[in-house]
């Protein structure tokens, strides 16, 4: 039963990490129908501003700064994508110019960093573990998970509950009926798409300490994320909450449980979710259309 | 000219692929524009030309040109899926890899014959797509193509965690092929026309779907789904007929390339396979066929052959490639010829209209 706990909490720590990194594909998806295939990029760059800044034995001041630096960085990218994509108007072009993207940063990466596996310290006071039902645990992820309890409250407050969250939603539902009322659409647009992926590399920091950094790590997030998506709903913030839990809890269970299956266990999910709710497990309630 | 009016008033009602159809009336096959004989003359001197290559140039520029044809065949798939149907899809790789795997597998087991191995990757590619596809062909666009991604994905993520198939190490230890139950064929010339011949024949196979009555629902349903609809066809069918087929076009080439390489990995069917095959189908001109080829052979040029004189980062390159094509030759290497062709095609199909009213 312990065991299975430690596996439950790994899942959450993973969910929480998803929702950060799938959030601002959704939404981006769900405003643009711009399929950002260079999220992983974007994470990838801040899993290796934590390379950069946070040593081994490194305190908390670097980690903060580390994800202050991240964030800044992913907004960059994010704003970069957002006005690449507005230059062109055809779908099929917005995903292959996120998709050069990708590959730039991707091998600009590799050129700076190598291609070895990097590891990444939790800060000093959160590297120790603690005892949570009698089995050692991680603070560092008992923080995570933390993390993405307040990141989903703050998000939920500023989408459900503020006059901002209002545009955004409804940018999502009707671009064009929200610039009809006056609101420049494309300042919206650039700032989700940076906001978006600003916490991807922060998610890129915030994993360090659990994933790591190497080459092709990226792919992987971007598969996941992806999964998330198309299980939550495009364009849905609770559906990416939702889809990121479950996702998180059927990686740590089936690599618990069943690990020779585990990769199955994630396309299986999604393929049921589809079979059975075409469009998401919580599609955005105007019904996005792409 | 029926047929030509019908495509322009078609284009309107079709926001999504603006680009590919304005210029591409509903009859055009591949190479539309030149007289048949023309084209079957040009089509036979290219091959004499490419089956002449191993008489002229030494074994490593062969074999490198036995994987670009091999990688071909994937990338006529995609253009079936992206360019004729209209659905680009990132997920091709993945039934490559089901060929590649299923060749190699055929051939450490059962039988060194290269048909056999070829017959089953077609098959083993097809069974695949048709298990996965049903998902994918539900949506369109955008949303396809992040579905394919997403199967392709998986599919590779199983390779790489299976250790049935030899996981993340791949499979190795295939023996060369032989044709007819005849001597093993080590030359990679021999090799070389084995793939040639067969990506010929696919490349025939596939001109000859695309323009057939079925490849002119197909391109209908690109161009306007709903007309196609209320006109009788069921265009879900359609899309899931040509995922199938394009997904058996991936399983042969797949099963070309392990044949080549005798052995196979999981990175053989990764993202950049798929992100690369789709590259291929956009600077050659998505819906050309022979453009397509030709993209598949600079791409893989750009990868294997200069990015080793440049210190390994062919990826940079090629992102850099994705990013200029967009912006610069939206309907690729195929747009770029023809054009004036194409403009005065246009005119004279004006003309006549006015004529005629």
Not at chain 1, 7 to 12: D, I, Q, R, Y
Not at chain 1, 124 to 130: A, F, K, L, T, Y
Not at chain 2, 173 to 185: R, T
Request: hydrophobic share 60%; charged share 10%.
């Amino acid at each position: 039963m312990a065991t299975h706990l430690v596996s439950v909490l790994n899942g959450l720590a993973m969910g929480s990490l998803l929702f950060a990194i799938a959030l601002g594909l959704s939404l981006v998806f769900g405003m643009m129908d711009v399929l950002n295939l260079a999220h992983g990029a974007v994470y990838l760059v801040g899993a290796y501003v934590a390379v950069a800044l946070v040593s081994d034995g490194a305190g908390v001041a670097a980690f903060v700064l580390a994800v202050l630096a991240a964030a800044a960085a992913g907004a960059v990218l994010g704003a970069l994508l957002a006005a690449l994509t507005r230059a062109t108007t055809h779908h099929l072009d917005q995903a292959l110019l996120t998709l050069g993207v990708a590959l730039v940063v991707a091998e600009a990466l590799s050129l700076a960093f190598g291609n070895d596996v990097h590891s990444i310290a939790a800060p000093e006071p959160v590297g120790g573990g603690v005892t949570v039902l009698g089995e050692t645990y991680p603070v560092y992820r008992l923080l995570v998970i933390g993390f993405g309890v307040v990141l989903a409250v703050a998000v939920y407050v500023l989408v459900e509950r503020s006059p901002l969250g209002s545009v955004i939603r409804a940018t999502v539902a009707d671009r064009a009926m929200v610039a009809a009322l006056g609101i420049n659409t494309g300042r919206v647009l650039v700032g989700v798409f940076a906001a978006g992926a600003a916490l991807a590399a922060v998610g890129g920091v915030l994993a360090g300490p659990i994933l790591g950094a190497q080459p092709g790590l990226d792919e992987k997030v971007l598969l996941l994320a992806l999964v998330v998506v198309v299980i939550g709903g495009l364009g849905s913030v609770r559906g990416a909450l939702l889809g990121a839990v479950l996702i998180g809890q059927v990686q740590a269970l089936g690599t618990a449980l069943l690990p020779e299956y585990a990769s199955f266990l994630v396309f299986g999910a999604m393929a049921l979710v589809l079979l059975l709710r075409p469009a998401g497990l919580l599609p955005a309630r105007t019904g996005v259309h792409a | 000219m029926k047929a030509e009016a019908e495509a322009m008033r078609g284009d309107t009602g079709a926001p999504q692929d603006t680009t590919t159809s304005v210029l591409e009336p509903l009859r055009s096959g591949p190479g539309a524009y030149l007289p048949g004989r023309r084209r079957a003359v040009v089509a036979v001197a290219v091959v004499a030309l490419l089956a002449a290559a191993p008489l002229v140039l030494s074994p490593y520029p062969v074999s490198a040109m036995t994987r670009m044809l091999a990688f071909a065949v994937l990338v006529i798939g995609v253009d079936l899926l992206t360019g004729v149907t209209g659905l680009p899809s990132l997920g091709q790789a993945a039934y490559f890899g089901v060929g590649a795997y299923t060749a190699v597998l055929v051939g450490v087991h059962i039988t060194p014959d290269a048909m056999v191995q070829a017959l089953a990757g077609l098959v083993m590619g097809l069974v695949a797509a048709a298990v996965t596809g049903w998902v994918a062909v539900r949506a369109r666009g955008i949303v396809f193509l992040m579905l394919t991604l997403a199967i392709g994905e998986s599919v590779h993520q199983v390779a790489d965690t299976w250790s049935a198939v030899g996981g993340s190490n791949g499979l190795a230890g295939m023996p060369p092929i032989s044709l007819f139950g005849g001597p093993s064929l080590l030359a990679a010339g021999f090799v070389y026309w084995w793939v040639l011949a067969v990506a010929a024949l696919v490349f025939a196979a596939v001109a000859l779907v695309v323009s057939s009555p079925y490849g002119r629902t197909l391109r209908g349903i690109r161009d306007n789904e709903a007309r196609m609809r209320a006109l009788g066809y069921r265009p879900a069918l359609a899309r899931y007929g040509v995922f199938c087929l394009a997904g058996a076009v991936a399983g042969v080439g797949g099963a070309l390339w392990a044949q080549q390489a005798r052995f196979v990995s999981p990175g053989d069917m990764g993202f950049e396979v798929a992100a690369l095959a789709l590259l291929s189908v956009v600077i050659g001109g998505a819906g050309s066929l022979w453009g397509p080829c030709l993209g598949a052979a600079l791409v893989l040029f750009v990868r294997d052959s200069l990015s080793a004189s440049i210190g390994g980062h062919g990826p940079l390159v090629l992102g850099a490639v994705f990013i200029a094509v967009v912006f610069l030759m939206p309907r690729g290497l195929a747009g770029l010829t023809g054009t004036r062709a194409r403009l005065r095609n246009l005119t004279s199909a004006r003309r006549r209209k006015e004529n005629a009213s």
